[in-house]
Nanobody, 129 residues
């Protein structure tokens, strides 16, 4: 399965933005999916994750409380979204989505990057003040 992240762009502080992560070459509708972000020169940060089974969600980091991860199982692309609210300049980063294609853990959402083996190419979000 390959992942395609999209939806990034230039927004103003306080705006909302929805990122999308679409799968191709397979489905990830029953797999864990995570959103991460990274600023050049800084460590990657986990933002939100959703479990494959029952859709449990987990949030972490500075964006916690200002974003919602969701999964759309009703369309052929089986897209996972990250809706972000009240964006701040410090949210500026490249956002990546990832999935664990092995499916060994589909019960608990996780933001341990090492547990994800398939990553999208990233989409840049820039928040101006």
């Amino acid at each position: 399965v390959q992942l395609q992240a999209s939806g990034g762009g230039l927004v103003q502080s306080g705006d909302s933005l929805r990122l999308s992560c679409a799968a191709s070459g397979g489905s990830f509708s029953s797999l864990n999916v995570g959103w991460f972000r990274q600023v050049p020169g800084k460590e990657r940060e986990g933002v939100a994750a959703i479990a494959g089974r029952e859709g449990k969600r987990y949030y972490a980091g500075a964006a916690k409380g200002r974003c919602v991860i969701s999964r759309d199982k009703d369309n052929a692309n089986h897209t996972v979204y990250l809706q972000m609210y009240r964006l701040k300049p410090e949210d500026t980063a490249v956002y990546y989505c990832a999935t664990d294609s092995t499916g060994w853990n589909i019960v608990l959402p996780t933001l341990l990057a090492e547990l994800y083996d398939t990553w999208g190419q990233g989409t840049l979000v820039t928040v101006s003040s």
